[in-house]
């Protein structure tokens, strides 16, 4: 997996969510491709994210614990997985640590 993305286009302006606990940046690809990359900040509550379209987000450093849609069940994710969320759907995150991610928009 590169560690890089090469010829892309960036959005200047951050995505600021939570006060400052999740910043991100998009991102455009040469192919069209659209992707988030961004740092999710230690909270004491979960943060709730609403999705429009499917998304996988790929965690690259940090650990967080995740909630998909409406079941109960929370898995761990961390640097090197990824997890998929529905379009029209929510997942809620939560880490101790910066957690730094890509949302890949499928």
Not at 8 to 29: C, D, M, P, T
Not at 81 to 105: L, R, W
Request: contains cysteine.
């Amino acid at each position: 997996m590169s560690e890089q993305f090469d010829f892309i286009s960036i959005k200047k302006k951050a995505n600021v969510h939570f006060n400052g606990a999740s910043i991100s940046h998009a991102i455009v690809l040469k192919d069209g491709t659209k992707k988030t990359l961004g740092v999710i900040l230690p909270s004491e509550e979960p943060l709730t994210f609403k999705t429009h379209l499917a998304e996988r987000m790929e965690i690259i450093s940090g650990e967080c614990s995740v909630q998909i849609g409406h079941v109960p069940d929370i898995k761990i994710f961390k640097s090197g997985e990824s997890f998929q969320i529905p379009a029209h759907s929510q997942f809620k995150i939560h880490t101790s640590e910066v957690v730094d991610y890509i949302c890949h928009f499928e």
